[in-house]
């Protein structure tokens, strides 16, 4: 990722202004406000705004269990419970807002999440720049033969360069005839902007403000940085858990150990380990799964030891 | 309205602490932030959390429009242009969060609002205070006899004191009860709060933080600050309309002008001024109009002049 | 819950009226449309219309998966897998509208799922009816003494009877207030509806049209009738469960056997158990677990045995 | 627009199957249901499902209004007032589902309507069609001078042609490249496809089921079968609109009369109609308007004749 002299410039001065405030802070989010960490080959992620931190979500629970409840738990221990059994609502009291700078396929993906509000970058009001995503040959993958929608080996040498090839030339060209289309001149009136970006591939950056609260981002986070996510959202995801860490850390801890790295079992799974332990053979002939459901589960918990 | 030591102890604490941020601010709302600002007899809001002013609606819509906007067209006349023709998604990017005390008729009127964040008062984990809401005896009105939602003329002395000693008894009668059945003792396991807390009037106070961006918000203070919205939840649209003021007074100003002051009128409306500015006399009969639209376009403009 | 004959007419003229679709139907759900299937003593609930069944949510599904796909798995395997892994969208695609008739207090609870439309019964517009939601005497219970919002034992005799007589009393007296301040006559001019509705206690009946799609829906379903939930909302959400049962049973059935029946496990857990097929002996202290944590799992998988 | 022999003879059962049904039914989709109504050059929208009518609004808005109302004002005359005062809920109670097949850039600006449902086909799953949309002349058109994201002029003929042969010739190559990176062979492994859909550019065609209440689709067809709206995606609006008269043809006229051909005009609007009615010269510098918003006012009725 590289930045213009202007960004840099505007970003430094963003930086170095600061005000007096009443509300609540996040030390850790104010480290990093408003500079680009990058994500892929141009991309990157800014915070530029937020509302709230962990005592946010403290203080929006202790509402609803009024008095008395303080002396009872404290604030991480209650974060903690909220976490684990799912009482969202004090979670959607942080807020955050992302300047993001990802390819057009990303942006697909992304935008799915329809709990956020968006201002993205307009190709029919501006042109767009001459920038697209080109995978590093370590992420240029095969189709993967198991799984439908994943990837699998790493293409090997004369195929990945020949796709690389193909994706910058192709890119290049069609950027080439873009600009082309769109000009003006004696004898040419020049394309329209909406209908020029038609000639883009999708892997060309756009770049969007995009604000949620932390509820529908860490459900976000959760799909998104995953393994059955595509490489390319995931470092996006990955990118922006860090914030989350730097922004709410009780949360996000609690958000780790309760749902990023819980399991869920269905009661056929929860019979099966407890037959395990009374020390019973479990087999998938016996066990009443499919053969996917006996796989996964002996993923969590190898059964058959 | 009258705050218990505890919570104006706790206001103070909240207003006189302060903390270096490179967010943007808004003065305005800086001002008033924690304050309890009184609604009704019982009631407030007060502005808990905010993110974002008039500045982060122009930088919203900076970036869908791309550069070179910037010389165009001024901040102001940015954000005015935005509100007349409806581009909404760059009055997303700001949030406030309230905390509000409210009668529950009024929360249920209020809570039809869908894209909001509530986290209101649990009245089965704790006990609900003896506060009910009684009107000023100006604003004890009858059924109004035009329209089968609203009210009518203001009550007369003796009905109107019968009213108010039956709504003051009620509570007070009604809230002994829920306490005498709450209590347990030597011969009494006490009712469970889930179940005693239905003996109580629609009156009384509940409370809660809501949490809101600002094109819902405006669109909240459309709705609820106008003469068809019941008197009591106007009283609180109205407050947070004072504080939509504060916060960002250009986007406020524009939603003045262009939304709460603007008419919509029909395309037969607009034919029927077409046709008096050329002269013509129009008249019910020949306006194609229901009596009910004849009635509302002369309340705009009197075209029987 | 006892209907008006005129809405037992109306019923019975919904139900025997039949028309031709090309629509997708549901054999289940139309046996039951329209009938009100009662809840609570006054309450109930009737589907008064729906879009889509299982096959709907196979044929989106196959729409993301594209073509080939029809193959490789039956329609069965198809939903419980998507079910498993969460992929809800294709969930959204059918939709049910309800008419309920609910006490004020459980529809306060109800109107918190925000994604759903609703049109209640106005009491500005309409004068309520004299029926009040009393609890029966098995389900009149104490403050629970282990948990802060939940009920404990069923009341003894006298205390019972007492509050059921409070109950009783309070409703008809502050009913019969609401009728006599309504009143207009020689010497009154009858209090606004939308101002004599607040002296009704929170156990009278409202009544209003839901409409949902099947994914919130089953998240309505998973919170509301739950051991968690208030034993009123639980006995709506029980009744709506068994309509998806007729409504949709494949989906019914994976979300019973993957969601409503499954848990969720941390990290921690995983290991716990993990070490206790190993032949460790796991305790509370050396689990790592807050006690709380350590009943859950217990309560799970019983790891002490 | 053509369809595979496999498409239509889908359509062609789909449209022969008939169920008796006690749900109410609205004539005029059924005609249409599931055939394919063609859009631009490759696209479709077909309706493959829907729930209630006009009567749905109907009855929804009765509910509210309680007993009574049914004889003071006809269906007709609701669901005009409904629509002419925003009282949005009732509309919300009618829901359909559109299988729509369209070019990725109009896909891009249609997901921005966040409040629907959508499954679309998944270019990680499967392979992508070799179908792209190509303009047809009259509608390649020159960037608007007047308007920085609209069309101007048609383009004239050897820049026409050459824009098409470019358009023609890019989407024939980089498809080519898609589909070789894709093959695997003796020494090739084959792009996941994941990654080779990057190349491909943003007229390409998707599909998707997309799913939405009448209220919200309403509000779509108001952005985007409008003038300001880009060409693309208004055909897809204006075929909607067109369902949505067969579906709903109350609801509908009353959405053109008071909704899609109505004005607003701000307070300063009418002010200015008043002066003209009484006589007076109103100026653009004596009006207060700035020049744009002199220029709106002057399209819906022009003060200065």
């Known amino acids: 990722m590289k930045l213009t002299d202007e960004q840099e410039a505007e ?5 170095t202004t600061t005000h007096s405030t ?49 002396k009872t738990r404290n604030d991480e221990g209650l974060i903690r419970f909220l976490m684990r059994h799912r009482h969202t609502t004090p979670f959607e009291m942080c807020e955050i807002k992302l300047h993001v700078k990802l390819p057009l396929f990303v942006a697909r993906q992304w935008i799915r999440h329809r709990t956020a509000s968006v201002n993205e970058y307009s190709a029919r009001y501006s042109k767009l720049d001459n920038e697209f995503y080109i995978p590093a040959p370590e992420h240029l993958s095969a189709q993967s033969t198991g799984n439908r929608q994943g990837r699998g080996e790493v293409l090997a040498g004369s195929e990945a360069e020949e796709v690389l090839r193909i994706l910058r030339d192709d890119c290049a060209r069609n950027y080439a005839h873009y600009e082309h289309m769109l000009n003006a001149g004696e004898t040419r009136q020049g394309l329209a902007r909406e209908l020029a970006r038609m ?27 995953d393994p059955h996510a595509q490489y390319e959202i995931r470092c996006y995801a990955g990118a922006i858990e860090d914030v989350v860490r730097a922004w709410c850390p009780i949360a996000w801890q609690a958000y780790k150990d309760y749902m990023s790295n819980a399991s869920t079992l269905s009661a056929r ?27 996964e589960l002996l993923d969590i918990i190898d059964l058959t030891q």
């Open 22 to 70: 009443r509300r609540v802070i996040s030390p850790g989010i104010e480290d990093i406000l408003f500079s680009a960490i990058p994500v892929l080959d141009h991309g990157f992620i800014r915070v530029t705004d937020y509302m709230g931190c962990d005592e946010s979500i403290v203080q929006a629970a202790r509402v609803s269990y009024g008095t008395g409840t303080k």
């Open 11 to 15: 970003i430094e001065s963003q930086r």
């Open 269 to 295: 799974d929860i019979d099966l380990i407890k037959r395990r332990l009374r020390g019973e053979d479990v087999t998938l002939e016996s066990s009443g799964l499919t053969r996917r459901e006996w796989t």
């Open 199 to 225: 000639n883009l591939p999708a892997n060309v950056y756009t770049q969007w403000y995009w604000k949620i609260d932390l509820h529908n981002l860490l459900h976000f986070i959760l799909l998104r940085n």
